[in-house]
């Protein structure tokens, strides 16, 4: 991140600390190396920095642990001092990998036992904190985000309890209907988007592709994608088309209605690069049947960029469909747990957001405007120009 001006001139509001739940430790660490170094780039911009307590130190990590006895309960216990401390609290609840026992069988966890975890912690601060943020990309249950029979509004009840017991900010990313947070008016929350992570990675990974209207085209899977299209293709100068699902709602398969078939809305893709673009791939169904209606309809090369790839099916459908060349490059972000076997495979390639989270952290611990940090087209268009003159 560069050294800007209403960094330099600014305090933070408290000590900053950052608390990394189980399950995100290592993209933590990532966060917290970048912090530090931008730290020391303040500092050599304005010494009297130094002196600011707290502002300055090797690790911004607290020591946190959360053992569970025999039966499978458990508590939170903070090792360090927070009294007066900007606390960020990091939790991914998509993490599926970390286990604990209980009557002696091992159990994966779940989003809810995260969210069990992440009010654990703050019920361990015993309200000493200055101020307490979390920071959860992926946001818990708001698949689960409006109300249309007789069922839960999950997400919303959520919120409203992170709001009771004492947090001031959420931070999430690519939230799957940021009205959601209506339900906490008075509570901060702010959703970003890692759009400028996506076309770096692209272009990383792809570095012959061709970003102009003739030879590329973004694509909405559906509309609820439309916002995300909309603003990558006109910040990239491109046309967009539109798929809509057609659902049967007469029947629930997987605790949703069905998709009969997708229609297409938009000018011809044929002879184009599409990139599809969308907030999560589940199963991952949906999206490898638009790839297959996209190359159906002559498309060059189909990318899918999703902020968070779940792959709750696995794997094999993408290795096939990647075989048989529907789809060239699936990227994600690393927001969320990434297996190995995901990493591994020639298809995927990884939107790292750990800076962009440092840099998030450094503006809101600074109580500066985030806009700064929210607004990518500057940096998009610095990458399109830097990419077309081939540097």
Sequence with gaps: MSVT???LNSNPVAPMKIIALPGCTSFARTIDDYLVQFRKAIIDEN????????????????DVDLPRFGSGEAKGVIKESVRGVDLYILVDVCNYSITYQQFGETNHMSPDDH???LKRVIAAVNGKAHRINVIMPFLYESRQHKRTNRESLDCAIGLEELSRMGVTNIVTFDAHDPRVANAIPLMGFDNFFPTYQFLKALLKSEPDIRLDNDHLMIISPDEGAMSRAVYFSNVL??????????RDYSRIVNGKNPIVAHEFL???VKGKDCIVIDDMISSGGSMLDVATQLKDRGAK????CTTFGLFTDGLDKFDEYYKNGIIRKVITTNLIYQTPELLSREWYATAKMG???ASIIDTLNHDVSINKVRDNTEKINKLVRRHSSGK
Excluded: C, I, T, W
């Design 115 to 117: 969210f069990q975890n």
């Design 5 to 7: 001006k209403y960094l």
């Design 237 to 246: 100068g491109v046309d967009m088309g539109m798929f809509y699902k057609r």
């Design 266 to 268: 938009g000018d011809s």
């Design 355 to 357: 800076k962009y989270v």
């Design 301 to 304: 090369n189909v990318y899918v």
């Design 47 to 62: 010494p009297a920095k130094k002196d600011v307590y707290g502002y300055s130190e090797g690790s911004y990590l607290l």
